[in-house]
């Protein structure tokens, strides 16, 4: 009886999916286009999944070893069930290889089942609680069906029985495995994952690389909608990201605003565009909800506004205005999903097209058009801070080794002393250098990460004409975030620079021999990972080769590296200001608290800005710059102790 149902079963099942495939390609054939090599993503989907995603997922060893066992026998079990049962080859050793493959699935499973017990809070519930159950009925059934072709048990063994039993549980399986694959369910992200692999929006990421820059509008299309209004305004690929969510949590763990309890969940983000992806409401979301915002209030469909001006839509404004762009949750996504992308591209149309940038985003991006700068100060005093510096300017020189890019800092008390630490450490090791003056403009990076891409490229232009008339082999600036822009998002537009950040370049003299320097005297030393400067573009081990450097052993904190947790600097988040019911920078606080450092050294101005505006007492907040300047041996000095060294020898003798 079984040689006969399960053929059809199986092709049945299989048929099923092939139409909800096609259904799902649909979906995400109502977004945009994207320029993407179908057959090369394809080819290259082995390697992504096998190496670049369990990268990620192997920072959890317990699920990166699930997942091998139940994703990997899944695999082999579906191909070798379609072998043995569905076309009926007769082969024992096609059987044994489909035991050994429902075997590792059925162990894995049991490991899934063991997460679900008591699972953390950030995993989904819901239909993820079943999970566990179908992988077992799907590995069981087909283990216990292939024992008589393996020839350890009879045909026939058990009568009917047992045969409708085990019927029942291969239906159950091939419901949740198949069907549910492409039709919905929690196996659906096996299906679109493996998509989005093949056809990710950023194939850089892959093979060891990062791409971190947001992707240029074309400001010249008339009849282009700025930004994404409604999800089918998102390209294809991206719809096809959203649709990949496993919902594990991970980007919730991690992201400061759901944590200070504003009203932004990545997850609960991504969920969302799913929602409108196919139409309907978030009423069966069955994980953690926006804080503040209970379940059921969000509706939508795919040609539908996103943010609604009034009534219910997809996503409420704050929660969009909610995200520092850290790129926390990105970085944590086991399928490799743009979250900081989207939110920034919906962004763009609440700017652009709405003019809705909430409480001083407007003044900001104002200043920016009318001086250049996001305080709305004169651009004729960028320089007023080193008017006793006499620095090099390049209007003046034309030539120079090293570009000096001053940041908006420059208008900043706090951080015109890290400004003048920098220098002085750039003239003690004889750095050829010079600086724009008053001819800087701002990076854009406000602009850009608040959605007026327009003020972002004008910016951009500008600043890109004014460096095409001079000569220099690289920039170095304090500023992550315009290090992040220049390096980064300026190529889009025809710029392309060597930029360094200060930490990085000062690492680079010392290994030159150019700096002098005295060792630490101060006490426990912690140090703070900028966004834009570590997940933005990888760089955490300069800044703490530095800080060796000065004999300092960093107390590292708990989310430190890439999981380090961010200030609530970026983004424009300190001027839409989105209330929660903690401040992140306090969160912060809290980290370094924990390490009983009496010194946070950081590396950008945002940052220390940030964390010194936490209440007092608190720990000395210097820059990297500061510490290096402060322990620099003067040339003088350092003569003066050389000429004392052999006295010292002869009176110890």
Known sequence: MLNIILPVLIFAAL???????????????????SPVSLLAGLAAMPRRYLVDLHHVVGRDSYISNTHVATAGGFVAAAVLAILVHGLQLESRILAWALLAATTSMFVGALFVAKRRVNPPSRLSKGPWMRLPKSLMAFSLAFFLITLPAAGILPHGFGGWVLALLLVALVVWGLGEMFFGMTWGGPMKHAFAGALHLAWHRRAERFGGGRSTGLKPLNLDDPNATLGVEKPADFTWNQ???????????????????FAAGQPLNPKKLIQDMVVGLAGGSDAHYAGSPYPGKPVGEHQGDAHSPIVAREGKALVDAETLWSCTTCRACVEECPMMIEHVDAIVDMRRFLTLERGETPNKGAEVIDNLIATDNPGGFAPTARMNWAADLNLPVLAEVKRT???????????????????????????????????LGNEERDSGDVARRLGDEATFQ??????????????????????PHSFHVLKNEYGELGGEYVVHHHTTFIGKLHEDKKLNLRGWKGGKVTYHDPCYLGRYNGEYEAPRAVLRALGIEVAEMERSGFRSRCCGGGGG???????????????RMEDIRETGAELVAVGCPQCTAMLEGVVEPRPEIRDIAELVADALIEQAD???ATAKKPQVEEALA
């Open 15 to 33: 048929a099923l999916a092939v139409v909800g495939a096609v259904r799902r390609i649909s979906l995400w054939r109502q977004g945009r286009p």
């Open 239 to 257: 719809l096809l990201g959203f649709d990949a969510c496993v919902q594990c949590g991970r980007c919730e763990a991690v992201c400061p605003a």
């Open 401 to 435: 080794d090293v570009l000096l890019w001053l940041g908006d800092g420059a208008f900043d008390m706090r951080n015109q002393r890290t400004l003048r630490a920098f220098v002085k450490v750039l003239r003690a090791a004889g750095i050829n250098f010079a600086v």
């Open 458 to 479: 004008s910016l951009a232009r500008r600043n890109i004409a004014t460096l095409a008339k001079y000569s220099f082999r690289s920039i170095v600036t304090c500023d």
């Open 573 to 587: 988040a300190p001027i839409t200001d989105i209330p929660g019911k903690q401040r992140i920078p306090d969160m």
């Open 638 to 640: 350092a003569v003066d």
